[in-house]
């Protein structure tokens, strides 16, 4: 997310309780976990295994666990509890402020646009024109809509991420790290009915334009959709995927996350995409794979009785 | 769909800018796509692969930009695109229009119904008898709901068909096709929780009688389901699909379009159907066949090292 | 269900017409279907090949279609058709009655939680303190959500259960067992957006302490979730199973009913459990199997054509 105004890491430092290492005089213009940092941004790091990473990264303000060598320019923020710090300046810079109306009104409705009943339109939301909203759908705060959009019935855009950080200390258990990002829906979009769009942990979940996606389809945090694809009924996506445009996801198909389908891809339903898929081709099968290549295997299993019977002179039981 | 009365062909021809060849004074009495014409419809084609079955459908006038025999009493509407033209009778006979209140003045609701808060009823649809309509339920204009149905909470009933005309002038994209169809629900069905039923493009999407459909279930555009069938969780059922009475179908079965699933067929959880399947029989996985040919490629599938170490004489790497 | 005081046998059996066999002095102190009886219930049975399961549990007043010993201190109600008698005490002790209102009056709300617009609580639910309910969530009667819970939008809890008797006199048709059971959610747990949680039938459907569970995800009537479990999207359980702690299932996983996943087991994407699993491992595939088998599976199916060229001295087609 883009702070409003720049910060000075002077001030970031007190609220958190920070020792400042760096950089003393730097401000700070965004705030970003590690997935999406930019130049200006405060990011945190609290294991060991990701400083290198996080401290070499656009980031320009590092909240650390650790007393480590700051890059010139630079800001380290040394706490006990980097995750606990960042989550404090989220819930500072973008508090949870619940509406007790249907519309808030810092939301924006362009030119003939429709907003069927019995719908929430959070704090900050951005509608453009000739757009229709059907019946029973929750777009939560700041998410942007483009022109020419439905949304159909009961979907809901912008719905917080599911992203924990897991704690071991006792017992394993989950602590939710709050979304400030938002969910971008470009022009010419359709978005079927009882569909879930999570808005990003901190950047944004992009629909490219002229995409138009079937019921029931969920689709990760930080996820960019790209142009005029076309996702059948009850198709997953989990969260900071990339899928390229012109990619076309047959029903109750599954893609795993922070992977990357390539333009024009096809996968038939019921296909699961545990990594990366290149575009161009059609897949199929859990994990997918060649969808050539797949039928080609279901072919083979059928001849293993032949082989046997070859092989050991004899049928085997069924 | 069927016209409120008989359009003549010459307002049509006029009201689209098309050129009439063959009989210039008939009349319409309905309209809708290809897969579902019945006599007296206007239909539309604008692919030279399926003029001649549209001309030779029941439909019986034809939009189509080609000049083309035309049979005896029928009508052909020329014109450069047909499918705009269709699109603009469409709205003109079935325009979108919003209901700005939960409940539409033109819709109807039976004897000792009970509709739940939150929820949404469209224009001139119809609730039979007995019914239980849980809270935040949408169901949109046209819909038909017999009597003794019960609809959980946060179901959709009625949304657009996912149905849309590729272009490929420039670029690939998808241009929708106003949906004019409904949704038909008999006597003793129910609807469990976030489901999502589509309307037919121009035709009726029907749940047969008694059937019980679990939560998060999809059903698409203009499918039929027969009487007393049992659907599990999370089942997706794809467009123009035929389920015959009785069929049972276990949690997150996939069926695809324009097919037929036979009487009494089970097909086991998470199996795809994507050809059409005879009744009877009990099916598994994806894609899916006899059950018990299914279970045997399981067990023949674990002889494969065995196999290996007889004609290699050694064994390999697992 | 608690009965709100014990009930006499003597009443019971004149309100549903039944002869008493056995203890006539008894009263009863809940009703419960077979799956979940404590001492002090009501059970029934209609199937001979249950009598005896049904006799010898806990249930203390059994409503059956037969003359049988009756057990000391125990009471048979006999009638023509138990399943009927039966809902006519659910209906009785737990009629359903319909909120006009979008917030029962008998609702209670606890210490700073937040209920966001357009959303549904019905009679006697109880949340606790410091929750988020997000817009257009339905929440329906007697469920108990605990403190620090956030149920995301659109997310139904407490729908009924799927759950039906199978007639078969003339027709194959279901007759719906009645619900009145609840849902209960402990402390810090996490729903996602359109989940759908259903009621038990007569026990509770309980969400352990600490789990998280993304959106579109469908748990069953009577499952019980342990603390500290992950579900990702689109992941559907069955009725009446048990997930044991840190359990962590990937997307779309389907699970079977009334089996058990041990504690910490964790399901790779798409797997499908119909049978129980043991804790502390990792599967794969539908049907799971342990994941590491499963790949090798994949290696050894790949190996078919070399076996095939070495057996049959010549290349198969593909």
């Known amino acids: 997310m883009r702070l409003d105004k720049p910060v000075p890491v002077q001030w970031i430092a007190e609220f958190i309780g920070a020792e400042i290492e760096g950089n003393a005089n730097g401000r700070a213009t965004g705030i970003n976990e590690i997935h999406k940092v930019e130049q200006g941004d405060i990011a945190f790091v609290d294991h060991p295994k990701y400083y290198d990473t996080c401290i070499n990264s656009a980031a320009t303000v590092i909240i ?21 710090a960042y989550l404090k300046l989220v819930n500072h810079f973008r508090p949870f402020s619940p509406s007790s109306k249907s519309r808030s009104d810092s939301s924006s409705i362009g030119r003939d646009s429709v907003i069927m009943p019995n719908g929430f339109i959070g704090n900050h939301v951005v509608i453009g024109n000739d757009c229709i909203i059907h019946p029973n759908v929750t777009i939560l705060d700041h998410c942007v809509i483009g022109n020419n959009v439905i949304i159909q019935a009961g979907t809901v855009i912008g719905s ?9 200390n006792r017992d394993i258990h989950y602590k939710k790290m709050n979304s400030c990002g938002r969910v971008v829906i470009e022009d010419h979009v359709e978005i079927g009915a009882n569909c879930t769009i999570d808005r990003g942990v901190s950047g944004d979940t992009v629909i490219g334009a ?9 689709i990760g945090h930080d996820t960019e959709i790209g142009k005029n694809c076309l996702f059948a009924g009850q198709v997953g996506i989990a969260g900071s995927t990339k899928i390229e445009d012109n990619v076309i996801l047959w029903g109750q198909v599954g893609v795993s996350k922070t992977l990357t389908i390539g333009k024009g ?5 019921q ?22 290549e797949k039928m080609k295997e279901f072919v083979w299993i059928k001849r293993i009785p032949q082989l046997w019977e070859k092989v050991m002179g004899k049928k085997a039981e069924g």
Chains 1, 2, 3 share one sequence.
Do not use: Q
């Not at 917080?160 to 071991?168: E, R, S």
């Open 64 to 84: 650390i666990n650790k007393d480590a060598d700051c890059p010139d320019e630079k800001t380290l923020l040394i706490v006990d509890d980097p995750f606990e």
């Open 160 to 168: 917080d991420a599911f992203y924990y950080n897991k704690k071991t």
């Open 210 to 218: 002229g995409t138009k996606i079937d019921n029931l389809v969920h």
């Open 265 to 269: 891809a096809v996968l038939y339903a």
């Open 271 to 292: 296909s699961g995409a545990p990594a990366s898929l290149e575009g161009g081709k059609t897949y199929f099968g859990s994990p997918a794979v060649d969808a050539r």
